[in-house]
């Protein structure tokens, strides 16, 4: 049974920097694609990047891009989303998930979630 446990979460002030991490289980994930998304009060969840456990490859949304980086140790099986210049807007539930399609942006497309993460930027 996959698990997905997020972390990281947290206030932090506008420019400021915050690191998510995502702790996975229950099965192997080599082959797979580890993806974040959020979700703001009154908004679709929205695709925030991605990347593939083996060769770690990224794809990222255009609004998140040149701030936020995707990386994963596979030792560990964890996934960071290292976030900086943080901005009013990036207020929201960040979520994990994992699906076999490599690098989508679709959140139909992977069927298993973690219970997700607060990040709350203030101005």
């Known amino acids: 049974q996959v698990q997905l446990v997020e972390s990281g979460g947290g206030l932090v002030q506008a420019g400021g920097s915050l690191t998510l991490s995502c702790a996975a289980s229950g099965r192997t994930f080599s082959g797979y694609t580890m993806g974040w998304f959020r979700q703001a009060p009154g908004k679709e969840r929205e695709f925030v990047a991605a990347?593939?456990?083996?060769?770690?490859?990224?794809n990222y949304a255009g609004s998140v891009k040149g701030r936020f980086t995707i990386s994963r140790d596979n030792a560990k099986n964890t996934v960071y989303l290292q976030m900086n210049s943080l901005k009013p807007e990036d207020t929201a539930v960040y979520y994990c998930a994992t699906t076999a399609v490599r690098l989508s942006g679709t959140p139909q497309r992977y069927p298993h979630w973690g219970q997700g993460t607060q990040v709350t930027v203030s101005s």
């Open positions: 990347i593939t456990w083996t060769g770690g490859s990224t």
